[in-house]
């Protein structure tokens, strides 16, 4: 079994609505967040 780290968080109901109008179909809530955060990541 392959082991993952994972946290839970809380979100209000603004942030849960803001995310779901951004999820694609068939897309995870993980997946959302991971590819919000890797366009918003700035360049080094």
Known sequence: ????NRT???LSTETRD???DRK???ESYDETV???LEQ???AN
């Open 1 to 4: 079994m392959t082991e993952t």
């Open 8 to 10: 839970t968080i809380s």
């Open 18 to 20: 803001w995310l779901f």
């Open 24 to 26: 694609q179909p068939a």
């Open 34 to 36: 991971t590819r919000l």
């Open 40 to 42: 918003t990541e700035p």
